[in-house]
T-cell receptor
Framework: GAVVSQHPSWVICKSGTSVKIECRSL??????MFWYRQFPKQSLMLMAT?????????EQGVEKDKFLINHASLTLSTLTVTSAHPEDSSFYIC???????????FGQGTRLTVV | AQSVSQHNHHVILSEAASLELGCNYS??????LFWYVQYPGQHLQLLLK??????LVKGIKGFEAEFIKSKFSFNLRKPSVQWSDTAEYFC?????????????FGTGTQLKVEL
């Protein structure tokens, strides 16, 4: 069964509003979570790396004030897209990993559409 | 920075045909290499991975991949595909960061297996 739960699976929001996406690790304590974004017909692009209890590390070109990441516990990380615009419409995917693991587990993704 | 190139964007095969999906990467350091599969409507799942040792790695569902360092390649193979292998396949290079592998993905290959 799934070890990572991402919610919601899809969301439509109005331009200018904020959207929160949750990523939960179901079976283990995730020390590190990664957030990816995938545009149509393109690769998954890493947005940020999130470690529990510390600030997220953002990849170059990703606005940290626009994509707020909170990793408040070992089982939950959230990505908030603030003041969303149509160009933020994309597929957002989280992955989680725990200490000593050699592979990450992925959530099912969230399809965000900003209208 | 590392990059991953998948040359085949769409592949259509008949059942029982052999499969080879190309993956080339550029990265200056020690690489960890992965192949992920995403079946329609499902999470990304790990097919196989290479960290060190035998360059021919075997994964789940009869898949294997060969790491050829001199060619910076990690091609995925399966001798005889099945209809259930219809999915999108992603090659990824991992860079160890903050407790886990930070992955750089290729653009993916959409495989369709026809009966």
């Amino acid at each position: 069964g799934a070890v990572v739960s991402q919610h919601p699976s899809w969301v439509i929001c109005k331009s200018g509003t904020s959207v929160k996406i949750e990523c939960r690790s179901l079976d283990f304590q995730a020390t590190t979570m990664f957030w990816y974004r995938q545009f149509p017909k393109q690769s998954l692009m890493l947005m940020a790396t999130s470690n529990e209890g510390s600030k997220a590390t953002y990849e170059q070109g990703v606005e940290k004030d626009k994509f707020l990441i909170n990793h408040a516990s070992l089982t939950l990380s959230t990505l908030t897209v603030t003041s969303a615009h149509p160009e933020d419409s994309s597929f957002y995917i989280c992955s989680v990993i725990w200490t000593g693991a050699t592979e990450a587990f992925f959530g099912q993704g969230t399809r965000l559409t900003v209208v | 920075a590392q990059s991953v190139s998948q040359h085949n964007h769409h592949v259509i095969l008949s059942e029982a045909a052999s499969l080879e999906l190309g993956c080339n990467y550029s990265y200056g350091g020690t690489v960890n290499l992965f192949w992920y599969v995403q079946y329609p409507g499902q999470h990304l799942q790990l097919l196989l991975k290479y960290f060190s040792g035998d360059p021919l790695v075997k994964g789940i569902k009869g898949f294997e991949a060969e790491f050829i360092k001199s060619k910076f390649s990690f091609n995925l193979r399966k001798p005889s595909v099945q209809w259930s292998d219809t999915a999108e396949y992603f090659c990824a290079v991992g860079e160890y960061a903050g407790g886990g592998n930070k992955l750089t993905f290729g653009t993916g290959t959409q495989l369709k297996v026809e009966l």
